[in-house]
């Protein structure tokens, strides 16, 4: 990974609890049917898919083609299926502290502030409340929501929504974060500015990221590898590195070059 986003700044304020470690993301010969009005109905076949520790990593594929059923099976919200999906080599049977899943709508409870709702992730914990406080507040520090801690999320715009959500995900330190089409409802501006705070909170948090996105630019900004679905059943059509080095130019040759191979995988 070569990324230069680090400044002595974005160090400091960096949240102090430590993650145990990025997770090693391992699917094998993953397959997945569903029963529709009694007949089987087959949405992914055979995915083979590894991911390295710290690694950002995009699924792209129309809709349909069973980008979120796979995230359902990593976070362990699903488990029906064949073959096997491994955390750092042990078998996912459940959902998991390790684990956390943003979704493209914010799903905070409505009648609690946002420290509220960042801290409910650390109910399981065994944090005192001084430990707890202080996790909520770096990781409001770390998604840029200083001074809004006592907002409910009616006050928010859509953008704070996401991250708050993003930081109630990353409160528990997972070994990997999940994220579901996360800036797909927001305007064109506000995504691009998060973006950047999605590859700046990564360099920080060296969590290994797995995202969905319908926006090829987008993939290719952020991620080190976008994997290309086929559709009817869901199949890995091309894995694509991007080896190119942080902060990506979206109008160098090179990322066009990367986009269009995308593209055109996903258009044959
Ligand atoms: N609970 C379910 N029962 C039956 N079929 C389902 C269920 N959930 C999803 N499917 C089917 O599985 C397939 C894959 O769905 P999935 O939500 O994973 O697609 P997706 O790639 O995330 O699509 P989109 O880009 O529209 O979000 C679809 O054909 C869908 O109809
Ligand atoms: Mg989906």
Redesign the pocket.
Known sequence: MSLVLETPEAVSSAPKTARKHAGALNLRNVS?T???DGKP?K??QNINLVVEPGEFVT?V????????????LIVGL?TECQGEILLDGAPITEPGLERSIVF?EHRLLPWLTVSQNIALGLDASRLSPAERERTVREHIELVGLSGFEKAFPRQLSGGMAQRAAIARSLVTQPEILLL??PLAALDSLTRLHLQQELLRIWSREKVTMVM?T?DVEEAVFLSDKVVV?A??P?RIRKEIAIDLPHPRNRVDPAFGALRQAVIEELTH
């Not at 594929?61 to 995230?71: D, E, M, N, Q, R």
């Open positions: 997945k569903y029963q529709v109905l949405v992914l699924l594929g129309s809709s349909g083609c069973g980008k979120s059923t796979i995230l359902r699903d493209q579901d089409e969905v319908h679905l559709p009817r869901g």
